[in-house]
């Protein structure tokens, strides 16, 4: 089986790439080639296939002609543009996230192949009125401009999946907790880096109320949603090819509670409130709880606790604070 990741070089795609080569098999199958694509060349994994590193955009119609000329039978499609820099640059976001999407979907068609492919959404879809939880099925009304593109790639690879010209599962992700490095222009950056940077001694901004709400996930737990969502039989998500995975709602005053029981007061105390009223409306427009009850009777996994994913980066990335 080849496995196409694009997007390869962020956080996710990277453990992605990383596990598939350990494992060396995808839903009983054994991974013969792998293939990488970024913007940046991604590093290749310790693997026993081979593994082709590409640096390069699904912009450019020669870099999707070279991904795609090895008819790769699963494609994790991960690249996009991120909520703050969509909403900041409307025209990249609209380029990145749909129309490269879109022509990837179509060289795809042209080349007269099916396969699985799958690709991620955000909890940005929904907006306005919203019941809580809020089930997979709720009508999509997005307040932000990323939340207006995921939205439309979730219809489009739904129709491309309805026409068969794909086998197509959107993955909805939370919010990712705790991202490692450097934060990034999404607007929900701040949930990592109130844990993220404390930890490493440096003070992190709190643009939100601490009584906010959010929906959170572990890095690997959204590696192991992906990984079973390629492994599920066509159609199993129904007519909308969509599936919101298991996430945890906690609010902020929690998790930094989580953190000081895990690191100490004094590294919770590193925490600085500084309202951003741009963050706090975009974040304050996404839903804070959710019915999985689709995701539960697929069988994906979940999270147990905020402090259990504290727990893991703390081992991960500062054993020496590990506490007894």
Known sequence: MHVLIIGAAGMIGHRLAARLAAEAALGGQTISRMTLLDIVKPNAPDAAMPCDTVAGSIEDPAIRRRILDGRPAVIFQLAAIVSGAAEADFDLGWRVNVAAVQALYEDIRSIGYAPRLITTSSVAVFGGDLPDPVPDTHHLAPQSSYG?????????????????????????????????????????????????????????RLPVARDSRVWIASPDLAVASLIHAATLAPKALGAASVVTVRGLTVSVQQMID??????????????DDEPDPAVAAIVGSWPQGFDSGLAVALGFPTDDSIEQIIARHIAEHHP???RA
């Open 148 to 204: 207006a593109q995921k939205a439309v790639g979730e219809l489009i690879l739904a129709d491309f999946t309805r026409k068969g010209f794909v086998d197509g599962r959107t993955v909805r992700l939370p919010t990712i907790v705790v991202r490692p490095g450097a934060p990034n222009a999404a607007a929900s950056s701040f949930v990592s880096g109130i844990i993220r940077e404390p930890l490493k001694g440096e003070r992190a």
């Open 258 to 271: 989580a953190l000081a029981l895990a690191a100490g007061p004094e590294v919770a105390a590193l925490i």
């Open 320 to 322: 020496h604070l590990a």
